[in-house]
């Protein structure tokens, strides 16, 4: 059990990739010694950070 219960990752969204896609996340996956899913999440992460960066300097030109 968790000690923080809004830690817990339970959320699913799906995501298809072809088979060139899945290959390049697992081979990126194996040379950062992490998994897959974990890779991508946060790969997400940094993308939703970027994006708010940049609507955030979007917003003060």
């Known amino acids: ?7 817990l990752r339970n ?9 060139d896609e899945r290959d ?3 081979a990126l996956a194996r040379l ?13 992460l940094q993308g939703i950070a970027l994006f708010e960066q940049s609507t955030e300097q979007n917003r003060c030109a």
């Open 1 to 7: 059990m968790y000690a923080d219960p809004t830690h």
């Open 11 to 19: 959320k699913v969204i799906k995501v298809r990739l072809n088979d």
């Open 24 to 26: 390049l996340v697992d």
């Open 32 to 44: 950062n010694k992490t998994q897959p899913a974990v890779l991508l999440r946060d790969l997400v």
